[in-house]
């Protein structure tokens, strides 16, 4: 396989999802701009995967580079909407750093000894309500309120007040629940890193 993996089709989106991070960025200021760059990126996290299991073009380096463009996606986004939401992208790092590390490119089908909160969130590559509702949280939950900052949901969608704090708590909620799996997914790395420590010989 070597480096020709760098140009398998889905890998290829990754690079243009980065482009468009970085895009996105640079018109922060401009939503009519940056909404458009920034839903795209969040569209083609579909793509890639989808697009890698048709064309039989899975490799650890895709799985690797797809939450790599996940995280620097959401890490921008909640940096430019709080001066604390760098601490968002640290825990998603972080949590990245804990999954690849000790699971590798399958962590998110390696899941089958936990708890069954943390099973039926993972269940199926989070291609299930739960899991839709905690990567709706994920992703969803800082462009929703970067459109709350900036009042398009109000002037571009027309929707009232109520709706809007609906959609924000259910999506808050979604994150929540996305929260409690990467502080399960940090602690069980810590023991997984205890565990494997030598035990001091007694002399």
């Known amino acids: 396989m070597g480096l020709q993996v760098l140009l398998y089709w889905p890998n290829i989106i990754g690079y243009v999802r980065i ?4 895009a996105a960025w640079a018109s922060c200021e401009t939503p009519a701009v940056f909404v458009p760059l920034y839903s795209t990126h969040i ?18 380096f895709g799985a690797w580079l797809d939450v790599v463009v996940d995280n620097l996606g959401r890490g921008l986004l909640w940096s430019l909407l709080f ?5 968002v992208s640290a825990l ?6 804990c999954n690849h590390n000790a699971r590798g490119d399958h962590w998110k089908n390696s899941f089958i000894t936990s708890p069954p909160f943390i099973q039926a969130v993972m269940a199926n590559g989070f291609r299930t309500p739960l899991g839709t509702w905690v990567v709706s949280g994920l992703h969803g939950l800082p462009l929703w309120l970067y459109g709350c900052r900036w009042g398009l949901l109000t002037h571009w969608l027309g929707l ?6 609906l959609g924000t708590v259910l999506l808050a909620a ?3 629940l996305a929260l409690s799996v990467e502080i399960w997914c940090v602690w069980t790395h810590i023991k997984y890193l ?4 030598p035990e001091e ?3």
């Open 201 to 203: 010989k007694n002399n």
């Open 19 to 22: 482009g468009l991070v970085f």
């Open 43 to 60: 569209a083609l996290d579909g793509v890639d995967g989808w697009l890698a299991r048709r064309l039989g073009q899975t490799s650890r």
């Open 174 to 176: 979604g994150r929540l």
């Open 92 to 97: 998603e790092w972080c949590v990245f750093v």
């Open 160 to 165: 009232p007040l109520w709706i809007q704090a």
């Open 83 to 87: 001066q604390w939401g760098w601490l």
């Open 194 to 197: 205890t565990d494997d420590e």
